[in-house]
């Protein structure tokens, strides 16, 4: 799960990181009184929407830049009209942009060096891993790829946290002096404690500023939660932003599907997420282009997978449907059962492949056979994906 | 029970005493059913919120094999979970994973037991349907199974890839080895090495995810731990670099396992 950069920003205060102090505004003429109310005559306004990139990105209007310094709150109300309730495009977004439904209004800093400062996961130590450089405020990945020795990483053990030495040897290594260096330390164990606290999957503070007056500073921040937590974390969830989400993927969420959202026409049911992208590149390599990621799971009943098929046959960009199911716990004829539910209230005029394997397979076909509905059975899956690619053409 | 593995006890807290189907006694603690029954091994379906517990519970109570079926156990619990196993003799399968079968003899898992035979292919798998895919491919063709692992689709779990193969390799009921992956991590790539420098025996890969999108479930930062790696591409080249031959789609898995045993 994602979060705007204010909600961030909100958490990382509540923890004990500064953040430039800011406000957030839905329409123009908020943003204009609230600018207003800030003492600084150096203030930014940025777009709130859950992709990286702003302030290269365009607006859909032509406009450039979804991060903009002013110097009046007049100029900050004219910027505000020109972001909100138009659409950015940034390289995050993909073509289709996002609808800017606030701007975050916040203090500019007078900024003497930008650093980077992130804890994610590795995997491969199976712990949490400290990521810095002194090359802030770039897109690390471009770093990592031209400077990779420029990028310091610091494994933290679960059990013991982060250590105080660990927190000065980082200091030192982001260059910071004697004034900064126990500010900085602080800042490393408030991040760490919100990343734990909260179960985070990554906090990544780009740029981590030091300002000419000697301040530490979180100037942006992007916080990403493991899904798999969010049960035991009411806080978090309640700062989901349904607006910022593909509907599809919301409605599936509903039901507890597992749905990834993308711009093919084949939509695809499956049990599994190994197996869902395995359809997904089968269909591909036939030469067809899937709709969706979606995995059912182990444990779905009836309901879910009628849920489940709603949605795909919903999709207006879906010219066929596959079914590929290879049941374990999860049972054939309640696949079945579901379809045929689903048939009964969603008209479903697109060709339909279904190829059943597993737990209660006999049954599960049996089941379709006796419906009459009109679905094209396969028994392989390379059958069944070469069938769907060509019924998705024929209906275009 | 029904495929033959014996089932010596079960635990539920607050339920002990009772007797399942009139065959298998019910206690409160794994620890309990160890000393009562000498069990070796345990299938943890616990839900997620509890499941972490339940698994270090079973290695506290010294069980030599712990199969954690659960799905969606969050990642800082699993953290824990690895810091417990540290000088423990127990071993992890999962979690969210199908678990393990040796078909005809034992199964701790959730696979559909028909669809295996006794026979010396052995499997390993990030996924569990793609597993029962494969599977049933080779059986399909009249090959069986030595043995068939689950090691589960979660960014921190129990045994490896590497795990997995290296006691294939010692295995000499096993003549080959199909891998199955899928992006993320470099789970692959370290047992493809593994497979270069000490593996004799015939290894057939398959990755999964080459059309997903990139970014999505994966951070900036996620993407650089793993040192650029984690992408489909750069795993089946990194595969096939280590003799490792790679099927190019899921149905082709079986047809590529005949064709490397003919060789």
């Known amino acids: 799960m994602n979060i705007h950069e204010y ?12 953040t430039p102090s800011g406000r957030v505004a839905s329409t123009p003429e908020e943003a204009e009184s609230l600018a207003r109310s800030m003492i600084s005559n150096q203030l930014v306004v940025k777009a709130q929407i859950h992709a990286g990139g702003r302030g290269k990105g365009t607006f859909t209007s032509g406009y450039q830049g979804g991060v903009k310094l002013c110097k009046t709150a007049s100029e900050v109300g004219a910027v505000a009209a020109q972001m909100l309730g138009q659409t950015l495009v940034t390289h995050q977004t993909g073509e289709a942009g996002r609808l800017v439904r606030k701007v975050l209004i916040a203090e500019s800093k007078e ?66 002096g004697p004034a900064n260096m126990r500010a900085a330390c602080r800042l490393f164990h408030a991040v760490y404690r919100l990343f734990t606290e909260c179960d985070c999957s990554l906090v990544e503070i780009n740029p981590l500023v030091e300002t000419k007056g000697g301040e530490v500073f979180a100037l942006d921040a992007k916080l990403n939660f493991d899904d798999n937590a969010l049960f035991r974390q009411p806080e978090i969830v309640a700062m989901r932003d349904l607006d910022e989400e593909d509907p599809r993927e919301v409605q599936a969420s509903k039901f507890n599907l597992n749905y990834i959202g993308l711009d093919g026409n084949i939509g695809c049911m499956v049990n599994g997420a190994g197996l869902a992208m395995a359809t997904m590149d089968i269909i591909n390599h036939y030469g067809g282009s899937p709709a969706n990621f979606l995995d059912v799971g182990g444990g779905a009943n009836e309901q879910q997978v009628t849920e489940a098929f709603k949605i795909l046959a919903g999709d207006p960009n879906v010219k066929a449907i596959l079914v590929n199911i290879f049941g374990g716990i999860m049972k054939c004829d309640i696949i079945a059962q579901g379809i045929i539910n689903a048939w009964k209230v969603v008209s479903c005029d697109v060709p339909l492949v279904v190829r059943l394997e597993g737990t209660n397979v006999e049954l599960g076909k049996k089941l379709l056979r006796e419906s009459g509905l009109p679905i094209i059975a396969a028994e392989g899956l390379a059958e069944a994906a070469e069938k769907v690619v060509a019924a998705a053409k024929g209906s275009n | 029970m029904e495929y033959g593995t014996k089932v010596v006890a079960g635990v539920t807290p607050a339920r002990g ?70 000088g423990k003799n127990s071993v992890l399968i999962g979690p969210n994973c199908p678990g393990i079968i040796t078909p005809g003899q034992c199964k701790i898992g959730i696979m559909p037991g028909y669809i295996h035979k006794p026979g010396t292919i052995g499997v390993v798998s990030r996924s569990g349907t793609l597993t029962y895919e494969a599977v049933w491919q080779i059986t399909s063709r009249g090959y069986g199974q030595s043995t068939c692992i689950g090691i589960g689709g979660d960014p921190i779990h129990g045994m490896t890839h590497r795990d997995a193969i290296e006691f294939f390799n010692a ?70 670099a280590c003799g490792i031959t790679v099927a190019k789609t899921l149905a082709e898995i079986g047809d590529t396992l005949m064709e490397r045993l003919k060789k």
Not at chain 1, 7 to 18: D, I, N, R, S, T
Not at chain 2, 54 to 75: Q, Y
């Open chain 2, 171 to 240: 295995d000499p009921g096993t003549e080959a080895i199909v891998m199955i992956g899928e992006i993320g991590g470099g789970e692959e790539e370290e047992a493809a090495r593994f497979v270069k420098e000490r593996v004799h025996k015939p290894v057939i890969g398959f990755i999964a995810g080459a059309t997903a999108p990139p970014g999505r479930r994966m951070g900036h930062a996620g993407a650089i731990v793993s040192g650029g790696k984690g992408a489909a591409s750069d795993k089946i080249a990194a595969l096939e």
């Open chain 1, 111 to 176: 900024i003497a060096r930008e650093l980077y400062f992130a804890i994610t996961l590795d995997r491969a130590l199976g712990c949490p891993v400290i990521i810095a450089s002194l090359q802030g405020g770039m897109d690390i990945e471009a770093v990592a790829e031209k400077s990779p020795d420029a990028i310091v990483r610091e494994p933290i053990h679960p059990g013991l946290g982060l250590l105080p030495f660990q927190s000065r040897k980082l200091a030192k290594e982001l260059g910071f």
């Open chain 2, 17 to 86: 005493g009772e007797v399942f189907e009139g065959r298998v006694p019910v206690f409160d603690t794994v620890l309990e059913a160890r000393q009562q029954t000498g069990c070796n091994a345990t299938m943890i379906f616990v839900p997620a919120e509890f499941a972490a517990d339940s698994v270090m519970e079973a290695i506290d109570a010294g069980i030599e094999l712990v199969v954690c079926i659960t799905e969606g156990i969050p990642v800082l619990d699993m953290l824990k979970v690895k810091q417990f196993m540290v």
């Open chain 1, 7 to 18: 909600q961030a920003k909100e958490l990382l205060e509540k923890f004990g990181v500064a």
